[in-house]
């Protein structure tokens, strides 16, 4: 038996709570080293590894206690690295401590919100995913979870971890589901709204205290349905990554088409356009390494290059400019300064300064990218199979920590009974 042993705490716990680190057996002074792996819910494997000192008590001291999980390296050989893919449930994380007097190893849970219930609901051009926190009937505040291009399935764990902060959280599909629309293309807004009714219309949702959260290209979503829907009874707004302008459509694979990616009463909106001739450098350089690879190479892309080009002309801003004043909730804007999807700074700064409204919250995090998820969740591979998000690993894992308690608080003031 070793004489080494290894303590964690919670066994069991939510991904957003303090995990603390122990080990027995060791002396102070020389470093532990630490292994943290599993495997995520796209089946692809992680794992990090760091060297720590201890305390008298054998404490790991651990300056950022999200570093064990962020800092997690994508390790599958033969795949190209994409971003981490989280669990709507929970994953099993394997954690190893090694010292010179010896070695110990456990298995921990964390979790996105196991001890929920989830129900589905659809209509024409919507689906929701609602998880409720397992309480009976009490009626709760409720938030909606818009995503982006990604679709439902990454925006799950997010609201999955809302529902355990208890409350009433669903994801709002509009494309790319049993139903929906293939692409981001010619989304009715009046199906968003109609979601969103839905939702409202819940037995367990409380219609005085109901949020939004969007992410990425769902925030032009949902600010457009919000905008024009004056009925919807929301009380705060947050914005992730935002657009303050609708966007043109994006297909899933070439040239974005040439039409708006929302409509109203069957008539495609004004849109802002993207130069995606800003991208053939880029193009040209993944062709390159796609021949002379010797193995799987990413095909992701920065595409600000090509949204900020559409930025600059001011009639399709103009013409393409969702009318945020004429939403009555607070708004809380959050963006990477190093986004490497699009502008999303630029536009949040736009979003607050045409409300012009005290309530607002505005949050430009340093050296993150587009994509935000909620605190330890792996920031060591910047993209997807398609974009690059940007950002650092250690800037993006601090904003993510950053970002999820603006989030909470947000929550909370807004949706006070």
Sequence with gaps: MDAVSLQVDPVEGPI??????????????????????????????????????????????????DRPWWNMFFVDEGVVPVAFAGSDGGLDYRISVHAVEGSSSTTVRRTWGEDLVREDLAGVGWRLRIYLPDTGDDVLAGVIVLPGTTGARTAAPTAALLASHGY??????????????????????????????????????????????SCSVGVSVALSALARTPSLPIRGVIAMAPSHVVLQARSNGGPPP??????????????????????????IKTAARRVFATGPTSQALSLRPAYAAGLKNDKDVYDATIPVERIDAPLLA????????????????????????????????????????????????????????????????????????????????????
């Design 16 to 65: 957003d709570g303090p995990t603390t680190f122990r080990v027995l057996g060791v002396s102070p002074g020389l470093p532990v080293h630490l292994d943290v792996a599993t495997v995520d819910a796209n089946n692809h494997h992680w794992v990090s590894h760091q060297d720590y000192n201890i305390d008298a008590e054998g404490r790991l001291l651990i300056t950022d206690p």
């Design 168 to 213: 009433v959280a669903a994801v709002l599909s509009y494309m790319d589901d049993t139903g929906l629309p293939e692409q981001f293309e010619e989304i009715p807004v009046e199906a968003i709204a109609a979601g969103m009714a839905a939702f409202a219309g819940h037995e367990r949702v409380d219609t005085r205290r109901i949020a939004v959260y």
């Design 258 to 283: 040439r039409t708006s990616s929302l409509t109203v009463c069957g008539e495609p909106l004004p849109y802002m356009p993207m130069r995606s001739e800003r991208l053939i450098g880029q193009l």
């Design 334 to 417: 959050i963006a990477g300064d190093d986004d490497a999807a699009y502008p999303s700074d630029r536009m949040a700064r736009a979003l607050i300064a045409r409300r012009k409204r005290t309530t607002d919250r505005l949050l430009i995090l340093p050296n993150a990218g587009h994509i935000l998820r909620p605190p330890a969740t792996p920031t060591t591979v910047d993209r997807n199979y398609d974009t690059v998000s940007g950002g650092t690993p250690a800037g993006t894992a601090k904003a993510q920590r950053r970002m999820w308690t603006e989030v909470l608080d947000f929550l909370e003031t807004s949706l006070k009974q």
